[in-house]
């Protein structure tokens, strides 16, 4: 290889020093753990993304429900609004008595 690249001799030598230092039954050990540590993040991740298309769901789903309901009653609460302060004010005297 060049320089900066680690030839197959380097890495043989590498794993020899490691089984050495800490022997294959821990090596086995931290494989098992290491192992594990990546399938529960795994899946801890597989459930965060569920849970996160549930709760998009839930949301357009009230949102859908809010548009669909607040076009009707807005209308007709506004223009009843509107009729009543129109026909209060119309054709009365004001009493100024209260004032």
Known sequence: MGMGGISIWQLLIILVI???LFGTKRLKNIG????GA???FRSAMSDAGKDDDEETRQIEDTKAARTAETPAGAQSGAQSGAQSSNQSG???????SKA
């Open 18 to 20: 490691v089984l050495l």
């Open 32 to 35: 098992s753990d290491l192992g």
């Open 38 to 40: 990546v399938k529960g």
């Open 90 to 96: 119309v054709g009365k005297p004001a009493d100024k």
